[in-house]
């Protein structure tokens, strides 16, 4: 099991993991062992998701969801398998964490009457510096 927080936990099951070889500089060695780890998720039918987390998920993450609906991740940071491979498992724990939560929804407010007298003398400085900028006589 996966824990992401107390209510979510990803039960290794269902996952799916392949390795392929990585790309980048080590030597020899890169081109015998697969130490690149992609992991698949599929996360329109992880049961050990809520539905709102779910919803929360695909909407932020849309671009990284395939048209079946597999989550998929890959790791090559590092030179070893086993260290890809928890790299994938962290950023899937990140990527999770991220829409745990609810988004806190904006109270709509209006300006208050001294901000916008604030703001109106701004401008008029504002507009004032510029025209002190201006050469008497008109255009060149």
């Known amino acids: 099991m996966i824990p992401v927080s107390e209510r979510i936990q990803i039960p290794e099951t269902e996952l799916e993991w392949s390795y392929a070889r990585s790309g980048g500089p080590g030597g020899q060695n890169v081109n015998k062992v697969s130490s690149k780890a992609v992991l698949r998720w599929p996360v329109t039918t992880s049961p050990s998701l809520p539905d709102e987390v779910r919803a929360r998920f695909l909407k932020r993450y849309v671009h990284r969801v395939t048209v079946e609906g ?5 790791s090559e940071r590092y030179r070893d398998q086993p260290r890809n491979r928890q ?54």
């Open 70 to 74: 597999d989550l998929v991740l890959s």
């Open 87 to 140: 790299d994938c498992l962290d950023k899937l724990v990140s990527m999770l964490q991220v829409v745990l939560k609810p988004p806190t929804v904006r109270k709509v407010t209006k300006p208050s009457k001294g901000s916008k007298i604030r703001r109106l003398q701004a401008k008029k400085h504002q507009s004032a510096t510029k025209a002190g900028r201006r050469t008497p006589g008109g255009d060149d």
